[in-house]
C-alpha cells in the first residue's frame, strides 16, 4: 500500500513539475510572440513611412514639374502680349497726338 501512495505522490510531483514547465514554455512562447509582434509592427510602420516619402517626394517632383511647364507657358504669353504692345506704340502714340492737336489744335 505504502508503494501505491509513493507511486502516486511521485506521479503527482512529476504531474506538478510538467505544468510549471508548461506554463513556462508557455509564457516563453507568448513573450516571443509579444516581441516577434512588436518587431512586424515596427518593420510595416517603418515601410509606410518608406512609401509616403516616396509619395511625397514624387508628387513634389510633379509639381515643380508642372510649375515649370505652366511658368514656360506664362513666360510665352507674356513675351507675345509685350511684342503687340510694343508693335502698337506707335498707334497709340499717334492717337494720343491727334487727341492733343484736335482738342489743343483749334485753340
Known amino acids: 500500500m505504502r508503494e501505491i501512495l509513493d507511486d502516486i505522490r511521485m506521479t503527482e510531483s512529476r504531474a506538478k513539475a510538467l505544468v510549471e514547465e508548461a506554463e513556462k514554455e ?21 515601410k509606410s513611412e518608406e512609401i509616403f516619402n516616396d509619395i511625397v517626394e514624387n508628387a513634389k517632383k510633379e509639381a ?5 511647364s505652366l511658368k514656360g507657358e506664362y513666360e510665352e504669353k ?6 503687340r504692345s510694343k508693335e502698337r506704340i506707335p ?17
Open 26 to 46: 508557455a509564457k516563453s512562447i507568448v513573450a516571443r510572440a509579444n516581441r516577434e509582434a512588436e518587431e512586424l509592427i515596427s518593420s510595416a510602420r517603418k
Open 64 to 68: 515643380e514639374r508642372e510649375a515649370l
Open 78 to 83: 507674356i513675351k507675345k502680349l509685350v511684342e
Open 91 to 107: 498707334q497709340a502714340a499717334d492717337f494720343i497726338v491727334k487727341k492733343v492737336v484736335t482738342s489743343y489744335g483749334d485753340s
